[in-house]
């Protein structure tokens, strides 16, 4: 069911359309890019899964800015100050005393200007790539693009995605881009960009807030953060703007999460506390669509998460109803060895189908909220999944100490991994078992 698109209306006149879901602290993510479109987005399956992920007990919000995808088309203001009015109209038209803010690329400036201009009411502020002023952006190839999108629209749609994104969803990308903005619009915006600057407003910025720092642009990212009261700089291997992985996505979560105030009353059946977490993962999902086609893979998709989740329920486990970043199932259980049980289940039931599996294991402290649970250990377990290789089951040394003489497996040392947000190495091991 789509989120239902709502108007606010800014100082100047302009109509800006946004939709809220969900219910909790409030959080705003603004247009990446800042291209977007409400409806369109929707359709790609990066953007439902960061909302699904990022809105558990949040209500999150998403709105387009001016010019731009549903709100009004007629406007020609792209200023900054217009920009921080767009947001400035959803936050005071949903009644938020404090909001948290995620940004991404030129949306940094938007986020950090409101932040800085509403010193109490910015609670975290996220920044992924992000830099002070356009004027240190590399334009040299955009001056060729705007001479394009004045001949060939589409053309310049292709080149623009082509230069923005990873080549998987470039095509999307472009697709969108076309709908969204008129050519006249678009080249306004970029000139106006041009002249856009926070320099002077990052030291009045008073909120937590994690800058993450894109591959090939870390200068700017460290001059952000070094210059923002506080803030703490982050790594991320993803090239700017490509798109939003899990880890991205997680470590946002987890920091947005940081000094509020959680409900712990037992809700769905997930246990707070103490717990084993098994993530499976379904391997080369981006390849398999391309071989299979995106509707064969979904239905396979779908039909292979059912039996996970009756597996893992046959074994003791209570699976997760919330949407995990990608193609898999999350679950929790109370012992080690019935998430074991559960991972062997699953391998069975992937080595019948052609979805491969990435299984791991990991034990600690959870919080439990609505129908899924969150933490450091949550985060742990889904990075030794990713080291699994496809069939193969990982557990951590949390895992392995409490299952070695009750799980009937044997276990093989596969030595200290770094894993990214993670203070310490963490020693992980395959199980072995008889596979008839």
């Known amino acids: 069911m789509e989120p239902r698109i709502q108007y606010a209306k800014t100082k100047d006149g302009v109509s800006i359309a946004y939709y809220g879901i969900g219910s909790g602290q409030p959080l705003i993510i603004c247009p990446f890019g800042p291209l977007s479109h409400l409806q369109l987005e929707l359709q790609m399956a990066e953007i439902r899964d960061m909302n699904e992920y990022l809105g558990r007990g949040r209500m999150l919000v998403r709105y387009d800015n001016r010019g731009f995808g549903l709100s009004d088309r007629d406007a020609d203001d792209f200023s900054l100050d217009a920009f921080v009015s767009d947001l400035s109209s959803v936050v005071d038209g949903l009644h938020f005393e404090e909001i948290q803010l995620i940004t991404s690329g030129f949306s940094a400036m938007v986020g950090i200007a409101y932040a800085a201009r509403h010193p109490g009411q910015v609670s975290h502020l996220g920044i992924a790539g992000g830099l002070a002023r356009p004027v240190d952006f590399p334009w040299d190839p955009w001056e060729s693009i705007w001479d394009l999108a004045k001949k060939n629209w589409p053309m310049a749609c292709d080149a623009t995605a082509a230069l923005l994104w990873r080549a998987d969803i470039a095509p999307e990308r472009a697709s969108m881009l076309k709908e969204e903005v008129t050519p006249q619009a678009y080249i306004s915006f970029w000139e106006q960009l041009r002249n856009w600057d926070v320099s002077n407003e990052l030291a009045e910025v008073r909120a937590k807030t994690l800058v993450v720092a894109w591959a090939g642009h870390r200068g700017q990212a460290q001059r952000l953060a070094a210059a923002i009261p506080g803030a703490r700089l982050t790594p991320n291997e993803a090239p700017a703007l490509t798109g939003w992985n899990i880890d991205l996505v997680a470590e946002f ?11 712990e009353e037992p809700v769905g059946g997930l246990p707070s506390g103490t717990a084993v977490i098994l993530f499976a993962d379904i391997a080369g999902s981006t390849a398999l669509t391309e071989r299979m086609g995106d509707a064969a893979f979904r239905a396979a998709a779908r039909a292979l998460d059912e039996r996970l989740r ?14 995990v970043l990608g193609d898999g199932v999350m679950a929790v259980f109370t012992s080690a060895r019935e998430a074991i049980d559960a991972a062997l289940r699953c391998h069975a039931l992937s080595a019948e189908s052609e979805l491969r599996l990435h299984l791991g294991i990991h034990a600690g402290d959870v919080i439990r909220e609505e129908h899924n649970v969150y933490g450091g250990a949550v985060n742990v377990a889904a990075r030794v999944c990713a080291l699994s290789s496809p069939g193969e089951v990982l557990v951590s040394a949390t895992v392995r100490d409490l299952a070695r003489t009750s799980a009937g497996v044997t276990f093989e040392d596969r030595g200290e991994r770094e894993m990214k947000g993670v203070g310490e190495p963490v020693r992980v091991y395959a199980v072995a078992w008889e596979q008839q």
């Open 253 to 263: 979560d987890a920091f947005l999460r940081e000094g509020v105030q959680q409900d």
């Open 310 to 323: 009756a597996a893992i329920r046959e074994a003791g486990g209570t699976p997760a109803e919330g949407k």
